[in-house]
């Protein structure tokens, strides 16, 4: 059974470019949630996608758009990136379990995005 | 916003048990309390959840109380390795994202 990776695992860019991160999920998962985490912060809920469809989303801007593809790896981009972008973003993947059974979050080891 | 209080850092000897408190005095009935870590620049690492009743894993155990409205991770034996941030977070059943606060920082001494 293979975790959760992420692609890049670090990357600068400058103010205004546009950035795509990566993500895999586990073998198996079929929801994948972003979350960005600022230095001294805990993670913050970007959204979620489940069977390539958005299905939940935190107080981020629409410049934060995502995609999942049918193996269930995932895309997060950002738009006109700003300063307050640095930070760590995670993705974790779950088991959407028919009958809201709770599940467990498995999270990969980030990517550190840096704009200067 | 988080629903849970937590203490900002605590410290725990080599060898000894960790004890991690959580207030979550607004839970309501059908949020289940998680626990998650975070190891230095990692990702969040699952521990344990539980609904009501007491759960034991090969990681830790955790505890609630009767009413609820605080739980306790104990980590049994602590290790170096186990130093980390300690996030608790309660959360409806189902895909519902996890909403994490500040958490408390263990540092495990030798």
């Known amino acids: 059974e293979t975790g959760v990776t992420q692609s890049p695992t670090h990357l600068i860019k400058t103010r205004g470019q546009q950035v795509t991160l990566r993500c895999s999920s586990q073998?198996?998962?079929?929801?994948v949630s972003w979350y960005q985490q600022a230095l001294g912060q805990g993670p913050q809920f970007i959204f979620q996608?489940?069977?390539?469809?958005?299905?939940g989303r935190g107080n981020f801007p629409p410049r934060f758009s995502g995609l999942q593809f049918p193996n269930y790896s995932s895309e997060l981009n950002v738009n006109a990136l700003e300063l307050d972008d640095s930070a760590l973003y995670l993705c974790a993947s779950s088991l959407d379990l028919t009958g809201g059974r709770d599940n467990e979050q498995f999270f990969g080891p980030g990517t550190r995005l840096t704009v200067l | 916003d988080a629903k849970t209080t937590q203490p900002p850092s605590m410290d725990c000897a080599e060898g000894r048990a960790a004890n991690l408190p959580c207030n979550h005095s607004?839970?309501?009935?059908?949020?289940?309390v998680y626990w998650y870590r975070q190891i230095h620049s990692q990702g969040p690492q699952y521990i344990i959840h539980g609904l009501k009743n007491n759960e034991t894993n090969e990681m830790a155990s955790l505890i609630i109380t009767e009413d609820r409205k605080s739980s306790t991770l104990i980590l049994p034996h602590a290790t170096l390795r186990d130093t980390a941030v300690y996030y608790c977070?309660?959360?409806?059943?189902?895909?519902?994202?996890?909403?994490f606060g500040k958490g408390t920082r263990l540092s495990v001494i030798a």
């Open positions: 996608y489940y069977r390539e469809e958005e299905n």
């Open positions: 607004t839970i309501s009935g059908n949020e289940y």
């Open positions: 073998s198996g998962h079929n929801t």
């Open positions: 977070i309660v959360r409806y059943s189902g895909n519902t994202p996890l909403v």
